[in-house]
């Protein structure tokens, strides 16, 4: 485990591998890098591989007073300035993915390729108005009791009664034992992202590749609309919002699949510069 600091929190990550090409896995809230083990032991092999905690998250830092989104996506962009990272493939899960495509879009010329996982499913598009007391209940609750708050949240939200039990065991774990007030804090800003993929979008130089689980659908209509720069999307069966816990096979064959798409246009696009 290395760290270094990052808006004045140690920022927790680890390297495997090596070569020119950069994985940089970046996770969802409340959980951690530990969540991309089996992703790590497929690709050390042919590709640098870089995890990391996000601040708050897992074994990096917890002092700040003010917790914004807008600080964990400029940890990104300092992890790869840190690390002198040339040629790096962005992939976020959940939030990760959001946070990704802000990192993306301010720091684009090392940035060759862009994979959410499970993310994006209504890109750019706000909640409907009917759900704004639902948001304002759930923000208010995280107030008064945070842990079951965010259990409920990702029972609700993220598992469903067909999730494997020990999944299910270790997300609502990861969910109520995470760290307050980063989560008190960023909770609202959640409930925004349709702005900020809006802002960032146009910026994003990749395509915008998915792989969503098909426990929840993806609107396809949505992605036409805004992904202005062009989108991919793989589907993958599964019962919740893990895919590398419940389907790391598929999971890998996916980002394999995607990755090697985004190399070979890497190599046209190359060659087309050079002629």
């Known amino acids: 485990m290395k760290t270094f600091i990052s808006n004045?929190?140690?920022?927790?990550?680890?390297?495997?591998?090596?070569?020119?090409?950069?994985l940089l896995f970046v996770h969802g809230s409340f959980i951690d890098q530990s969540y991309w083990k089996e992703q790590v032991s497929f690709f050390k092999e042919k590709y640098q591989v870089i995890t990391m905690d996000l601040a708050g998250h897992g074994q990096s830092g917890t002092n700040r007073e003010e917790w914004t989104l807008d600080q964990m996506a400029d940890?990104?962009?300092?992890?790869?300035?840190?690390?002198d990272l040339k040629q790096v493939i962005l992939i976020g899960h959940s939030l990760g993915g959001n946070l990704?495509?802000?990192?993306?879009?301010?720091?684009?010329?090392?940035?060759?390729?862009f994979i959410a996982v499970d993310n994006f499913k209504n890109l750019a598009t706000p909640l409907p108005g009917e759900y704004e007391s639902q948001v304002a209940e759930i923000i208010e609750n995280s107030k008064k009791?945070?842990?079951?708050?965010?259990?409920?949240?990702?029972?609700?939200?993220?598992?469903?009664?067909?999730?494997?039990?020990?999944?299910?065991?270790?997300?609502?774990?990861?969910?109520?034992?995470?760290?307050?007030?980063?989560?008190?804090?960023?909770?609202?800003?959640?409930f925004k992202m349709d702005r900020s993929e809006r802002e960032c979008l146009p910026l994003l130089k990749p395509v915008m590749n998915l792989i969503n689980?098909?426990?929840?659908?993806?609107?396809?209509?949505?992605?036409?609309?805004?992904?202005?720069?062009?989108?991919?999307?793989?589907?993958?069966?599964?019962?919740?919002?893990?895919?590398m816990l419940e389907s790391?096979?598929?999971?890998?064959?996916?980002?394999?699949?995607?990755?090697?798409?985004i190399l070979d246009q890497q190599s046209v696009s190359s060659q087309q510069h050079t002629l």
């Open 100 to 113: 990704a495509l802000i990192a993306a879009a301010r720091h684009p010329d090392p940035i060759i390729g």
């Open 145 to 190: 009791n945070y842990a079951r708050t965010n259990e409920d949240y990702a029972r609700m939200v993220l598992l469903t009664p067909e999730t494997p039990q020990w999944i299910m065991d270790k997300v609502v774990a990861a969910y109520r034992d995470s760290y307050a007030p980063m989560g008190q804090q960023t909770l609202p800003q959640f």
């Open 75 to 83: 940890d990104i962009v300092n992890l790869i300035k840190e690390l």
């Open 248 to 261: 790391p096979k598929a999971l890998n064959e996916a980002l394999d699949e995607v990755i090697d798409g």
């Open 213 to 243: 689980v098909s426990y929840y659908p993806t609107n396809k209509a949505a992605l036409e609309k805004h992904a202005v720069n062009g989108f991919g999307l793989i589907e993958i069966p599964g019962t919740c919002h893990y895919p």
């Open 8 to 22: 004045g929190s140690a920022i927790s990550y680890n390297i495997y591998g090596n070569g020119p090409i950069s």
